[in-house]
């Protein structure tokens, strides 16, 4: 204190004022004479800080609980990570209380860091724990700098529990880390606060429930007699709510408060994607999944909230960078950056291989905020985008993969297959992988008038499906591209389609349903005058007669397609249809016939470079030579079938090979490698779906047990 000043005005009068900088107790006095003694009374004494909150309702978290033992032991800073409502801080709590009696005290702030007002300064927190701590206002500094090392002073050496609920970045927390010893430091947040790695934290991140943990947590809201009568319904429910605490607690609240709703009906309003976000609140919007995820998306800049609302408009289940990179119109290196950003605000989640996907309920809100008004044209021209890359890069797998085949789209004669997938195996493992989102993709495409689109993309998906046949998403992706050919009124493209969905029938050996596909096509194909797709249905109907055993017939109509493509000069179609002759002499007893031709056709797909039809060939090939009882040439060629086919990544051939095999090793008598082909081939048969799965298991069943190894220990 400086003293007391005199009055300006009145010169022999002091003025009764302090000026200059007070720190603690301060006594204002005219004139003072004889000692002063000042006399304060003790401070009382403060409880023991036990300040954690009660964890509420927790359930099925063993395994997060028993991380968050073992990260504890590493460190005294553990971040726990989640979306909003996945129950980050009920974790916390439930473990801290666990271990609590460890401790000499605990400390707890919520510091707002998503709760719609603003985060709270680190100041403020800091000044609870001074206070809580013992510190007078007296000798409790204001800058948040003198305050933090007071603190870690005050905790230098001691067992503290020190909960941060609710961050929102590195530099909230680290003024609020204790000094150093054996506190304990747990902080929730929305975000990954990756800065704190530098002060030695350790991480956790907390998912969703499971099936599982969300139903018992939904008795404990409402009993076990309710879930115990609509168990499925149960199941459906948590489901539905993307097995999120927050969306189960919303639901059970509503249907604790209503005894007499079932739980069907509560299924029933969160059916409708568009009123399921409204649906998971209770009370007034004391509980609302709604009011979190809005919190986390105004956390975000201005290129963070449109990635994610561009993000949205990816109907699949997942997406990869390229993809992402399309959608949101930036380039890789600033799109990955946009998705960690999304990533680290637990709006978006990574897999392995840098894969990205939406929590259901957080895909719902993106898409909400993305038809906001005046958003339309941006996820319109968002998707166009989207669709193109997927078109354009599906048609460079289908040239990789089988270059010789002819196609209607006209993005083929743009692209080059080796500008995108220099090797064959990664072209058919990009189909396998995108699979699901190509077809959601052609789907929404038909959905929104983009009829062309749709059928482009079912074309270009060709190889995954004669590859690796996926048999139902096949016939459905088929039908699809039949109707949006028919939609654009392209009857080429229709009857491309039909002949897709064909031989997808064939493939299920139904031909009953595989005939009027191709005889629609070839009316089609004959009333445009394409004589090119006038023999792909001929070739349908010819393998339509060979299933149904009628060889002769078969051969006359890969003949008249034979012939379609000789005056087309295309010799991979005549390759094509000689090996279909090759098995139609087979199957009529032909065999050194079969054989001589399918030896032809086995040299022209090795010229033309074209593994899959190379290895179906040699499959054929060795079927001709088991029927002439040609055994080691047979196992020759069924070998080279399943080497080839391996390298591919064409199991269906490999499983046929494996088959056939099986018969030549049944005709030597080797019961030991009948049995393990046959296994082999009925894991993978089992494995794709296909129709041949159960005459194989039964031939198994029927083929002798392999004789026991002859014991080598005795003589």
């Known amino acids: 204190m400086d003293g007391i000043v005199q009055s ?121 724990f001074l206070r809580a701590l013992g510190a007078g206002a007296e000798s409790t500094p204001t800058g948040v700098d003198e305050q933090a090392a007071l603190f870690r002073s005050l905790t230098s050496g001691r067992r503290l529990i020190v909960m941060l609920d609710n961050a929102v970045s590195a530099a909230q927390v680290r003024p609020l880390l204790p000094g150093a010893g054996p506190s304990l430091v747990v902080v929730t947040s929305r975000r990954r606060l990756s800065g704190l790695v530098v002060d030695g934290a350790r991480f956790l991140d907390v ?83 709604n009011a979190v995820f809005n919190a986390s998306y105004q956390a975000l800049d201005d290129p963070h909230a449109r990635a994610y609302r561009l993000l949205s408009v990816h109907p699949g289940p997942d997406l990869g960078l390229a993809a992402a990179a399309s959608l949101i119109d930036r380039g890789a290196e600033a799109a990955r950056e946009l998705l960690q950003g999304l990533v680290e605000a637990s709006l978006l989640l990574e897999d392995a291989d840098e894969r990205y996907r939406f929590h259901d309920l957080v895909r719902l809100h993106a898409r909400d905020k993305a038809r906001e008004p ?112 028919a939609a654009c009124g392209d009857r080429r493209a229709e009857a491309r389609m039909l002949e897709g969905l064909g031989t997808a029938h064939l493939n299920l050996r139904d031909t009953a349903a595989a005939r009027p596909c191709f005889e629609a096509a070839l009316e089609l194909e004959r009333a445009t005058g ?40 295309r010799p991979r179609g ?35 470079d074209e593994p899959y039809h190379r290895a179906r060939t040699l499959t054929c090939l060795g079927r001709a030579r088991l029927g002439a009882g040609r055994l080691d040439e047979a196992a020759h060629a069924l070998r080279g079938a399943l080497e080839i086919s391996r390298a591919a990544g064409a199991p269906h051939v490999e499983a046929d090979a494996l088959l056939d095999l099986a018969v030549v090793a049944a005709r030597r008598g080797d019961a030991t490698a009948e049995r393990r082909d046959l296994e082999r081939a009925l894991a993978i048969y089992a494995r794709l779906g296909s129709p041949q799965t159960e005459a194989v298991r039964r031939r198994l069943a029927e083929t002798p047990p392999a004789p026991p190894a002859p014991d080598r220990g005795r003589r």
């Not at 005894?259 to 409204?278: F, G």
């Open 207 to 289: 998912p969703p429930l499971g099936t599982q943990g969300a139903l018992e947590l939904l008795e404990r809201l409402i009993g076990p007699d309710r879930i115990g009568a609509e168990r499925e319904q149960a199941r459906s429910l948590v489901a539905l709510c993307g097995t999120l605490p927050l969306a189960v607690c919303a639901s059970g609240a509503r249907l604790a408060a209503r005894r007499r709703w079932p739980i069907a009906r509560a299924v029933a309003e969160l059916d409708d994607e568009a009123r399921r976000l409204a649906a998971l609140r209770a009370g007034e919007d004391d509980i609302s999944v």
């Open 574 to 608: 005549v390759a094509l249809m000689r090996r279909h002759l090759g098995e139609a002499l087979s199957a009529a007893g032909r065999h050194d016939a079969a054989i001589e031709t399918l030896t032809d056709v086995l040299a022209t797909f090795t010229e033309l």
């Open 374 to 485: 005046g958003a339309e044209p941006d996820r319109a021209a968002a998707f166009a985008r989207l669709a193109d890359w997927y078109l354009t890069t599906a048609v460079a797998a289908d040239l990789a993969l089988l270059p010789g085949r002819w196609h209607l789209g006209p993005r083929y004669g743009a692209v080059r297959r080796e500008d995108v997938f220099p090797d064959r195996r990664e072209a058919v493992d990009w189909l396998e992988r995108e699979h699901q989102n190509l077809s959601a993709v052609a789907r929404a495409a038909h959905d929104g008038g983009l009829h062309a689109m749709a059928w482009q993309l079912c074309e270009a998906m060709w190889p995954l499906f004669v590859q690796r046949k996926h048999y139902r998403s096949w016939i459905r992706m088929h039908e699809l591209g039949r109707d949006a050919a």
């Open 530 to 569: 394409h004589r090119l797709g006038e023999a792909s249905a001929l070739e349908g109907l010819g393998n339509a007669m060979l299933a149904t055993g009628d060889p002769s017939g078969a051969a006359e109509l890969f003949g008249a397609a034979r012939d379609v493509h000789a005056a087309l000069d």
């Open 8 to 128: 300006p005005d009145e010169p022999e009068i002091r003025a009764n004022e302090l000026t200059g900088t007070i720190a603690g107790s301060s006594v204002q006095a005219g004139s003072v004479t004889g000692g002063v003694h000042i006399t304060t009374g003790r401070p009382a004494s403060l409880p023991t800080p036990a300040q954690l909150p009660a964890p509420g309702l927790f359930a099925n978290r063993h395994d997060e609980l028993a991380e968050l033992r073992a990260l504890s032991e590493g460190t005294g800073l553990v971040v726990v990570n989640g979306p909003g409502g996945v129950g980050k801080t009920t974790l916390a709590l439930a473990w801290l209380h666990e271990v609590k009696a460890d401790y000499d005290a605990q400390l707890f702030v919520d510091l707002r860091g998503f709760s719609g007002a603003e985060p709270l300064p680190p100041d403020e927190p800091l000044g609870r």
